[in-house]
């Protein structure tokens, strides 16, 4: 298992920006796949991107060329950078981690955090 937790959320106005951090221990971080799913209020908990450890990275089409995911073996931390923000990108983010490939899945990662609150404002 390994133990996750997500940080950077916040209130921000439609057209800024926010950077998400997912801080995790308890397994050798250059093995693990990563990657971030966000939840609205009433939905259902929908991908957003990941990163594998090879670096190959997925992005669900509605924030391609807005969102960045990157990650820091060194540091241990999975980051999120969210540009050119919408109010429909407001939910709960969560941050997840599964064994060396990305996936789009959330059925397939093993470990989750507790989610952290972004908030855009029209």
């Known amino acids: 298992q390994v133990q996750l937790v997500e940080s950077g959320g916040g209130l921000v106005q439609a057209g800024g920006s926010l950077r998400l951090s997912c801080a995790a221990s308890g397994r050798t971080f250059s093995s693990l796949g990563l990657g971030w799913f966000r939840q609205a209020p009433g939905q259902e908990r929908e991908f957003v991107a990941a990163?594998?450890?090879?670096?190959?990275?997925l992005y669900t089409d509605s924030v391609k060329g807005r969102f960045a995911i990157s990650r820091d073996d060194a540091e241990n931390t999975v980051y999120l950078q969210m540009n050119s923000l919408k109010p429909e990108d407001t939910a709960v983010y969560y941050c997840?981690?599964?064994?060396?490939?990305?996936?789009?899945?959330?059925?397939?990662?093993?470990?989750w955090g507790r989610g952290t609150q972004v908030t855009v404002s029209s």
């Open positions: 997840a981690a599964r064994m060396l490939a990305a996936s789009r899945y959330a059925g397939q990662y093993d470990s």
């Open positions: 990163i594998s450890n090879g670096l190959t990275t």
